[in-house]
């Protein structure tokens, strides 16, 4: 008798597991990630990121990706525009349960990136409590003119694979789980899961800066969404 109570407990279980995978509104991974299959959505539990580091000193940088880990896991992390704490692989995997497949990162001089395009904004709260969703091209400016960036193509790129050891090359990692960054804005990493069309001529006289009057404070909570345009 037990063994047969023990045995419907499992199926039990087993078919709860089975309905959330196919939940059309689920969360992935750590939680921090969550797929909504029915709106085509990739949401990313985020902060907005600090632009002075003390460890640089207070220096400024301009802002070369949009997301990534908060330092010292990130890399670039004195140049992005939000912080997380998720494998970006998480976000590479929610994409792929959309439908979409992978282009190709750029990196350097005379490359663009390849992929399907995708719609990037930060979530941030609203007065009546719902999220206010803000382009990228809002969400950055010219420091000096404060005129709004121009407009960004994003592409769905995947990450390179990299080797995790230099004396193991052959032990290869998604690349972007070493580095933690999610989306960058110019080909200078192609250990990315997203990147705009904007090669390395653009980034010699686009230096852009965050637009304090258009997103909250450093460290408040927002949402990055990634959205799979109609049609895609």
Known sequence: ????????????????????????????????????????????????????????????????????WPHPRGKKAHETVVTFDVEPSEVHKGLESLGLKPGKPAKGADTKAEGPVVNVYVEVP??????????????????????????????????????VDPNKPDEKKYGADLTGTLIAIFPVTDETVLQTDWTMKEEKYLKLDVNPDVIPKEGSPVKLVIEVPPGK
């Not at 047969?4 to 939680?31: E, H, Q, W, Y």
């Not at 007065?127 to 193509?153: H, N, Q, W």
């Open 1 to 68: 008798m037990n063994r047969l109570a023990a045995a419907a407990g499992f199926l039990t279980v087993l078919a709860l597991t089975l309905a959330a995978a196919d939940d059309p509104k689920k969360p992935a991974g750590s939680g921090g990630v969550t797929v909504d299959k029915e709106k085509r959505t990739v949401t990313v539990a985020a902060k907005v990121a600090p632009r002075k580091l003390e460890h640089l000193k207070g220096e400024v940088y301009p802002i070369e990706l949009i997301a990534s």
């Open 126 to 163: 609203a007065p009546d409590g719902t999220g206010k969703r803000i382009t990228l091209d809002k969400v950055l400016m010219d420091p000096k003119s404060r005129k709004p960036a121009p407009k960004m193509t994003f592409r769905f790129t995947g990450s390179v694979m990299s080797s």
